[in-house]
């Protein structure tokens, strides 16, 4: 990341403190932004939105694709650079690009023109995922765009089963993935497999893995992020190419898809869904990762939730102190062969192994700082830089993502009911209370909408989900026994 020294206050210090400075404040940009747009709005459209660098006043972001760039500067570039502003007044104009290409990008600037629903390529994907009709013959540079995308994205030549680090959070995953990679009988195994985790636990390592060891066993296999999958059908609907987007999919031996929390618009949807039960149906293996279980899909069809579920579902836990430190010790072997000199001692590494417990990309972000320290200042990595190096990732880690179903299996059993009674119509005082509890606390520590905590509890409207948030904070203010037992399973399920 390059910093300059208009933003991150001038000489003196030295470049390492200019890109700690940038990095903590694009943090605070992102925490915020997060609790503006809310955790659905956020997961979809900015985890993955990245500070490369400032420069003259101009904040330079990058995303992982075309369609990410498209959607952020046609509905939230102003935003996001009110955001910045808020942390660093001297930016005042913000540039999206494409993460691994090499063209320059154009910046946009404030205020400017925006791609419309006539001319922007996704403008209508928003709005119901059905784009106008274009021109029968694709212009050359068009036809070669949706032959990429019929083609799949690439895997990554890095992200292989020989270098899977394996600990007790994702042996099953893993297990799992190397045997549906390497079957060769008929049918397919534990069709769909569907992983889901958190960011940066190794869900796309064994996604790309998966496809690396069944394309050496001579499988045909198109691997697609979700959004890619969205930009090509959207094209391919552009140019009236939609026919032999849909047969290239339906052609193939495996389809590994990834993130498919992203997909979005009601014509993408209804593709999507018809596109597993042709493959499942067909006896081709299907493998989906996402950062939620199958059920927790509030925006996808019901339908295709329950084909999703109806496979094999893994969740890969948090990572163990002994899988991070494996990590953190195969990362610092990597940066070692481009900086032989650079070193961290045992103690040092074990510090920041017990720091970081996030995820892996928190690991390699401290090596990253680290190493910039080294080579910036020219000085050995004591334990005293280690804890300034990685103190916002140690400070500013996400919190614990907390699910509706774990409130209610919680204060089911303080309370000695069931979940299905909390779920069901049953108005009993024994029932109504805890029921009530439930929906305060999901309203009180998720993101989840009032209709969507509704749906989770048993299909109901909105407006009981309020009025049971009401009476609770009232019941709170005036008995302090039931304060202190909404506290506490506060408590519980935040540690």
Not at 57 to 73: D, Y
Not at 149 to 174: C, K, W
Not at 336 to 348: C, K, L
Request: proline residues 4%; hydrophobic residues 45%; aromatic residues 6%.
């Amino acid at each position: 990341m390059h910093v300059d020294e208009s933003v991150s206050g001038g000489g003196g210090s030295g470049g390492a403190n200019g890109v700690a400075e940038a990095a903590a404040a694009w943090g605070r940009v992102k925490r915020r932004l997060r609790a503006e747009l809310g955790e659905d709005v956020f997961a979809s459209w900015f985890a993955r939105l990245e500070l490369d660098c400032v420069v003259g006043g101009t904040a330079r972001l990058t995303v992982p694709t075309r369609f990410l760039k498209s959607w952020i500067e046609s509905h939230y570039l102003d935003r996001v650079l009110n955001t910045f502003k808020a942390e660093v007044e001297e930016v005042g104009r913000i540039e999206v690009g494409v993460r691994g290409t090499t063209a320059p990008v154009r910046p946009v600037a404030p205020g400017a023109p925006k791609p419309g629903p006539t001319s922007g390529p996704l403008a209508r994907l928003h709005a119901a995922g059905m784009p106008a009709p274009m021109p029968t013959t694709p212009a050359p540079d068009m036809r070669a765009e949706i032959a990429g995308e019929l083609n799949g994205a690439p895997l990554d030549a890095r992200l292989t089963f020989a270098n899977f680090l394996l600990g007790r959070s994702n042996s099953l995953a893993h297990a799992a993935a190397d045997r549906v990679a390497r079957h060769d009988g008929e049918g397919a195994l534990y069709n769909p497999l569907y992983f889901h985790a958190g960011v940066g636990l190794g869900k796309t390592h064994l996604l790309h893995g998966i496809g690396h060891a069944a394309r050496e066993a001579g499988r045909r296999v198109i691997y697609l992020t979700a959004d890619r999958f969205m930009y090509g059908f959207v094209n391919a609907l552009k140019t009236q190419n939609a026919l032999a987007f849909k047969e290239r999919l339906r052609g193939i031996d495996l389809l590994i898809l990834d993130d498919v929390q992203f997909i979005q618009g009601k014509s993408i949807q209804a593709e999507f869904g018809h596109t597993i039960n042709a493959l499942i149906d067909a006896g081709r293996q299907v493998v989906v990762a996402s950062d939620r279980p199958p059920t927790e899909l509030e925006a996808l069809d019901e339908r295709v939730r329950s084909r999703l579920a109806g496979g094999l579902v893994v969740e890969i836990g948090m990572l163990d102190e002994q899988l991070r430190a494996s990590i953190l010790s195969a990362r610092l072997a990597a940066v070692r062969v481009a900086h032989p000199s650079f070193e961290v001692s045992p103690a040092v590494a074990t510090y920041v192994a017990r720091a970081i417990t996030a995820n892996g990309r928190d690991l390699e972000g401290a090596v990253n700082r680290l190493l910039a320290h080294a080579t910036l200042t020219g000085t050995a990595v004591t334990m005293e830089t280690a804890e300034t190096a990685i103190r916002d990732l140690v400070k500013n880690r996400e919190p614990k993502r907390i699910k509706i179903e774990d409130i209610q299996k919680l204060v089911a059993s303080r309370y000695n009911v069931s979940r299905s009674d909390i779920l069901s119509e049953r108005r009993t005082a024994a029932v109504v209370k805890p029921r009530q509890i439930a929906m305060y606390l999901s309203k009180v520590l998720t993101l989840r909408s009032l209709p969507e905590i509704g749906r989770r509890f048993g299909g109901r409207d909105h407006t009981t989900v309020l009025h049971a948030v009401r009476k609770i904070e009232k019941l709170i203010g005036e008995d302090t026994v039931l304060g202190d037992e909404v506290e506490l399973l506060k408590r519980m399920l935040q540690d």
